[in-house]
């Protein structure tokens, strides 16, 4: 009688314990396996890696959740319920700032993520007006000059920053270099001058960019020791189809000045050079969206909708590079 009673209040306990536990529990559908449920935690990941977009442009977002079972999501937009999906792409006609929000909860709790959107009716590349080339495929030169009289290339202002930008085509069944784009804008704009070298064991490497700023067909640049033996005088006579190819490795081309009034130039090696920044999309309106290049031009392969801009760095212990500055992008005019 003792072991038939010990039985029943063993299984009552067992059963109770078991019961007790159904609302920490979430079926699969299978029986049996069902996880334990938790409070679910999120993270709102960025699939196209834009912060700052265009209006109307579209970003979308992902509500990542860590938690075994089911949850349910909703996303909000400054505090308005726009959407429940997993994915959400938000868009604005409007420019601003705007938090986007996502949501999780279960039975036993909640948390949140966000993130803030900035829409800007910046620069794109429908505003490029100076196109190269043919096909279906599209990418943007953009170069970025600053005044001689600048003193510090990493904090230049914003009156001393002259930023321009061309647009290239090719055929999507043709792979097209960096180098490509450089060498048939500059043959076809007869304002932009691009000085190169061959380096032993890198291959061409652009060294600096002049511009025609006053549209008068010269330019006339002076390094620093021209009248020494490794210094450089250079015109537009020098640049065939845009190209002046230096064949000593070894020219000083640092310090030039420009003679020519109203043009740019920058360039350099050992005191400052020409840094080179990749990015994509229909637009670049965050200088954090541009990455620094490990290739040489002749060496990165150009894809849909790319973006090559160049800068000039200082050259310093810090290795700062200088970033190019969207906000001041402007088309380069057409031929």
Not at 46 to 67: G, S
Not at 121 to 140: H, K, L, R
Not at 223 to 229: E, L, T
Not at 306 to 313: E, F, G, N
Request: hydrophobic share 40%.
């Amino acid at each position: 009688m003792k072991q038939d009673l010990l039985y029943v209040w063993l299984m009552l306990v067992f059963g109770l314990a078991n019961g007790a536990c159904t609302d920490c529990r979430e079926g699969n559908g299978e029986g049996g396996d069902a996880p334990w449920l938790s409070v679910p935690e999120v993270t709102v990941q960025n699939l196209d890696l834009k912060n700052v977009i265009l209006p109307e442009q579209t970003v979308r977002l992902r509500a990542n959740i860590l938690q075994a079972g089911k949850a349910d999501i909703q996303w909000f937009v400054d505090d308005a319920k726009v959407s429940t999906d997993t994915i959400y792409a938000f868009s604005s006609a409007v420019e601003g700032t705007f938090r986007v929000k996502a949501t999780v909860s279960n039975s036993l709790g909640e948390s949140t993520d966000s993130i803030k959107i900035r829409v800007v009716d910046g620069f794109g590349m429908a505003d490029i007006t100076n196109w190269t080339g043919e096909g279906e495929n599209q990418a943007v030169l953009a170069i970025q000059w600053v005044s001689e009289k600048v003193e510090d290339l990493l904090h230049p202002n914003d009156e001393d920053v002259f930023f321009r930008a061309w647009g290239y085509k090719w055929n999507s069944a043709d792979e097209r270099t960096g180098y490509d784009m450089i060498e048939a804008i500059a043959r076809k704009d007869p304002r932009l001058f691009v000085l190169v070298v061959e380096e032993e064991n890198q291959g061409i490497v652009v060294k600096g960019f002049g511009y025609d700023g006053n549209g008068d067909g010269r330019l006339e640049i002076k390094s620093a020791d021209a009248d020494a033996q490794n210094g450089i005088l250079l015109t537009e006579a020098d640049f065939i189809d845009g190209i002046c190819q230096l064949q000593d490795e070894k020219a000083n081309i640092d310090g030039f000045a420009v003679l020519s009034e109203g043009d740019y130039w920058i360039g350099g090696w050992k005191e400052a050079y020409t840094s080179y920044w990749l990015a994509s999309g229909d637009a670049v309106l965050d200088p954090d969206e541009y990455e620094y290049s490990n290739f040489h031009a002749h060496n990165r392969t150009l894809e849909n909708k790319s973006w090559d801009a160049w800068t000039l760095s200082p050259i310093n212990s810090a290795e700062s590079n200088m970033l190019p500055k969207p906000a001041l992008l402007k088309p380069a005019p057409g031929n």
